[in-house]
């Protein structure tokens, strides 16, 4: 079911994704060769605190016997790996890393949820190529979101954008809502994946 929001409701949920989008800037001064994912994962937190905000991610429990609760305030994925990657004092950034970062930012009772991906420094053209596009299905998705549209809709409308480049495209797609709890519904349709890596992509 589908929970019509007030405009109250709306302006905190607005509030809650302003926060993990000051906390992306504030990353992306720091996205460098040299710093590691654990030091990144620290200024995520400490950019939501100041902000009034919590880290939705950190403690989150999956409920599934044997995963233990999730340790830190992002999910960093490098190059392959595909989603939901833990930060690591092990795991430094190197010149042409494609970096994406997922997190949520709690405040006032509402999830802030977003991901957004980095380029460390320079890369090849085929990564920046990959990067580009991807943006663009984004904002493509973005101009159909509007009042009478199907998310199915939605959902072609980004993957014709991605047919061109040789990469996957994965076939869950969910909607990061912004509010009370985690993925609330709707959730997204359910689709296979229509392109595969030149390399393996790593499963975390």
């Known amino acids: 079911m589908v929970t019509i929001k007030s405009k109250r409701e709306i302006e905190l949920m607005r509030e809650a994704c302003r926060v993990v989008a000051v906390v992306y800037d504030e990353l992306e001064k720091h996205i460098k060769p040299g710093i590691t994912t654990l030091e990144l994962d620290q200024i995520a937190e400490r950019t939501m605190i100041n902000l009034g905000a ?22 960093v994925s ?3 790996e595909v989603i939901h990657g833990i930060p690591s004092k092990y795991r430094t950034l190197k010149e042409g890393d494609i970096v994406s970062i997922d997190t949520v930012a709690l405040k006032d009772g509402f999830n802030g949820d977003a991901a957004r991906t980095f380029i460390v420094g320079k890369t ?44 996957i495209v994965y076939g869950l797609f969910w909607t990061g809502c912004r509010w009370q709890r985690f993925w609330k519904m709707p959730k997204m349709l359910r689709r296979p994946a ?10 975390m």
């Open 54 to 75: 919590l880290p939705a991610e950190k403690g989150y429990d999956p409920g599934i016997k044997g995963v233990p609760k999730f340790p830190a305030s992002i999910c």
């Open 78 to 80: 490098i190059n392959d």
């Open 124 to 167: 090849n053209k085929e990564n920046q190529r990959l990067v580009d596009v991807t943006k663009q299905a984004f904002f493509e998705g973005i101009k159909y979101a509007k009042k009478g549209n199907k998310l199915v809709g939605f959902v072609s409308v980004t993957t014709e954008t991605l047919a061109g480049i040789p990469s």
């Open 194 to 203: 229509i392109r595969s890596w030149k390399k393996p992509a790593k499963r």
